[in-house]
């Protein structure tokens, strides 16, 4: 049954066209994913890999990583369209929310696990500081650090949903409007095309990590 | 670049809850040789090496690199006129080999080309094959790994070389072979290293000068090897030194002293009557060669004019030591492991030169050990 309202929803031509076609959402879901990914990456990367360079913080870290999970998203959006109203703004807020913990304390402990005898050496040879977490850390902890990027890209693909409960577009109109007409091909139409998006999402990190770390991390890891 | 002379005075290192790990050490570290730095755990030597490269701050005191205060550079120009060498070699895992080893002179400004050039050239040196170039460190063995560290050192041509243990985590015959290659690169290039070991053995080896510590980070002797072994300054010296040190000292005098007999040699095709003219009263058997000269292994005369020499019959001689070169501890070691009680001297070409007894190796050691005696007076 399932198969056949997918079937019905993508055979259908109206929906390939027009400010409500699947291109259309697909455009401002993928909108709105790279931009909650980039303000969590600019807020969690920097933290994370000073904290982890420098090994201080891993407490105050986990703290607020914690607090950041309990958070619901849900509730987080409602909340900011109550205080902000309607807008990019209040979804945003939860979305980076979201995905800033995982980026967080991933890319915390995979700086905190990089073996320190080359960072010894390195150091005992004249290396900066900034050279020793660029040159020697970051290519080491890179696999650790993307995994935490993708997890927390997933999180959003899947969550950015919610972007139309407030008026905005994205896959989750598709959701939200079906259920509101008990149009349930439209939910299940909408509901795979976030799923596709969140497979293409782990097929792109798969190829960054093919391509951005060196064979030699790779393979002794 | 030689090395250059390094002058530890009266520094002491104490972390703020009160340990102190190096106490008023004052050392004066001579140029273009091997310091080693030995001492049970806790002792301070790597601290003590530590604060060389400044990767540790002396408390107190100060120290000075051919009469220049360290602390009167900027930290890193200091580190990177100086190799570091650590335990586990800490080789950059997403780095190749060549761009591991060129990781100095690119941090000096040199041009790639030129850095992977400089690299390639330090692979010959430290006795890496050129064909590991493009690997990366996992797919090399300890031993390898450690000499691509040794290589990354030198790779600036520092005066100076700090080795941290660097040696201690392979397996001893990988070990000989690395301190070895260490000794003829030393024979090369005349660096200053400071070498920090926990094995007694390893610092006698390698050594020109050792530096005894104690727990508490005290310094107990610095002296030669051989004075160390001749003359503990004091009872824990003596038993960090171990048992048999008798015998590891004769490591420190040539057997080219020793007198040895050539007429106890016999050839594999000898006849009856040359075997009864070298038969003598002292010596009870006679050492049969091949026709090239190279042991075959003891026969008693009266055994071998019986008849036709059969090799396998022969008692086995044991391990020849070199003539010349040998020391009087494997002269000696050659003579314990001989079944006859004689050790059989060989050239380079592993033909036999001549044999000596027990007794008069005894002699030699009684004679070296009389010597060795007036010599450390006079060095006093």
Redesign the interface.
């Known amino acids: 049954m399932i198969l056949n309202f997918v079937n019905a929803f993508f055979s259908d031509h109206a929906h390939w066209t027009g400010y409500d076609g699947i291109p259309t959402r697909v455009g401002e879901h993928v909108g709105y994913t790279l931009l909650a990914l980039a303000l969590a990456a600019a807020i969690g990367l920097p933290v994370g890999l000073l904290t982890g360079h420098y090994g201080r913080g891993g407490n105050a870290l986990s703290l607020i990583a914690t607090a950041g999970r309990a958070l619901p998203t849900f509730g987080l959006l409602v909340l900011m369209t109550l205080l902000l109203g309607f807008g990019l703004v209040n979804v945003m807020i939860p979305l980076v929310v979201l995905a800033v913990p995982p980026i967080l304390v991933t890319t915390y402990e995979a700086m905190r696990s990089v ?1 320190p ?12 500081e900034a ?1 020793i977490l660029f ?2 850390e970051l ?2 902890a890179l696999p650790l650090i993307l995994s935490g990027l993708r997890s927390a890209a997933i999180q959003i693909v899947s969550t950015a949903t919610i972007a139309a409960y407030v008026s905005l577009g994205g896959l989750g109109r598709y959701i939200v409007d079906g259920l509101y007409q008990r149009n349930y091909e439209k939910v299940i139409g909408g509901a795979s095309c976030v799923a596709v998006l969140a497979l293409a999402t782990l097929a792109l990190f798969w190829a960054v990590a093919r391509v951005a ?5 790779r ?2 890891a | 670049m030689f090395g250059a002379l390094i002058r530890i005075d009266s520094v002491t290192k104490r972390y703020p809850d009160g340990t102190v790990a190096v106490d008023r050490l004052s050392l004066e570290i001579p140029d273009r040789s091997i310091t080693v730095l030995v001492g049970p755990s806790g002792c301070g030597k790597t601290t003590t090496l530590r604060m060389i490269n400044r990767m540790v701050e002396p408390s107190e005191g100060t120290i000075l690199i051919d009469g220049k205060d360290i602390t009167q550079q900027p930290v890193n120009t200091l580190r990177r006129s100086m190799g570091y060498v650590i335990q586990n070699a800490g080789l950059f895992q997403h780095r190749t080999i060549v761009d591991n080893i060129a990781t100095v002179p690119r941090m000096l400004g040199w041009g790639k080309e030129k850095a992977r050039e400089r690299a390639r050239e330090l692979m010959g040196r430290v006795g890496l094959d050129a064909s590991l170039a493009k690997r990366y460190p996992y797919q090399l063995s300890g031993g390898q790994q450690q000499r691509v560290g040794v290589a990354r050192a030198l790779a600036a041509d520092p005066p100076v070389l700090l080795m941290d243990e660097p040696f201690s985590a392979v397996d001893p015959i990988v070990r000989k072979g690395l301190q070895d290659e260490l000794l003829r690169i030393q024979d090369e290039l005349g660096k200053t290293i400071v070498f920090v070991t926990h094995d007694i053995d390893e610092a006698v080896k390698l050594g020109t000068m050792v530096a005894v510590m104690r727990t508490g980070g005290k310094l107990a002797q610095f002296a030669p090897p051989a004075e160390l072994l001749s003359d503990p300054a004091d009872a824990f010296v003596e038993d960090f030194l171990g048992a048999d040190r008798g015998i590891r000292r004769l490591s420190f005098f040539p057997s080219s002293g020793l007198e040895l007999l050539t007429s106890p040699i016999v050839a594999v095709d000898s006849t009856a009557e040359q075997i009864a003219a070298r038969a003598t009263e002292d010596v009870p058997y006679l050492l049969v060669t091949d026709l090239e000269g190279r042991p075959l292994g003891w026969g008693e005369p009266d055994e071998l004019t019986a008849g036709e020499i059969a090799p396998e019959r022969l008692l086995p001689y044991g391990r020849p030591f070199t003539a010349g070169s040998g020391t009087l501890r494997a002269a000696l070691d050659c003579a314990v492991l001989s079944p006859t009680g004689w050790a059989v001297a060989v050239d380079g070409d592993g033909r036999a030169t001549g044999v000596v007894s027990q007794q008069t190796i005894a002699e030699a050691i009684r004679g070296a050990h009389a010597e060795g005696r007036t010599d450390a007076k006079a060095a006093r």
Do not use: I, T
């Not at chain 1, 770390?213 to 991390?217: A, D, H, L, N, R």
């Open positions: 073996d005898s080359p960072v010894d050496a390195a150091r005992g040879m004249g290396m900066s050279g040159r020697v290519p080491v770390v060196s064979p030699g991390v393979r002794s």
